[in-house]
């Protein structure tokens, strides 16, 4: 007996939407950073994650959590960073892990590199939207990363 649970024609359509979207994206995103300021999205995300923690500092574990990364991709990157000065790793006494830490030279890099990269996501994202859309693209977004989450806990990967 057959039990897959084939996609509809609608949801054939949508799913290569969301696809080409998410594939394309951060390709782009990719492309503006480098171009403009020497870094990969996941460099850039990594660094504005640390600019906006307090005493921008976090635990490379929840770090990583945020990134949606391996501690072991962390690490390389924060290795790439930390040669440039931009972040530093320290230990914290009694907690096992370290913490990542921005500099402020790293911090300066935030701070030059935000405009063209919120530019670029108004241009590629937003611009096309309205208020209400803004609100749906974030109520389904949080469906399907529920959704995902959810799938992934129960192994479906």
């Known amino acids: 007996m057959d039990r897959t649970r084939w996609l509809t024609a609608e949801q054939q359509e949508a799913w290569r939407v969301l696809v080409a979207f998410t594939t394309r994206l951060p390709a782009a995103l990719d492309t503006q950073l480098q171009r403009d300021s020497g870094l990969t999205h996941f460099d850039y995300f990594v660094l504005s994650t640390l600019s906006e923690a307090p005493d921008r500092r976090l635990q490379l574990r929840v770090l990583a959590e945020f990134a ?31 913490q990542a830490v921005l500099t402020d030279t790293g911090y300066a890099k935030v701070v030059e590199t935000a405009p063209g990269h919120a530019e670029t996501v108004q241009s590629l994202v937003f611009d096309g939207l309205d208020d209400r859309q803004v609100r749906t693209l974030t109520e389904l977004g949080t469906t399907l990363l529920d959704t995902l989450d959810t799938g992934i806990a129960r192994g479906r990967r």
Do not use: C, D, F, Q
């Open 68 to 98: 949606n990364a391996s501690l072991s991709r962390l690490s390389h990157v924060m290795t790439k960073l930390e040669k440039i000065g931009w972040v530093r790793r320290e230990s914290v006494p009694g907690v096992r892990g370290s």
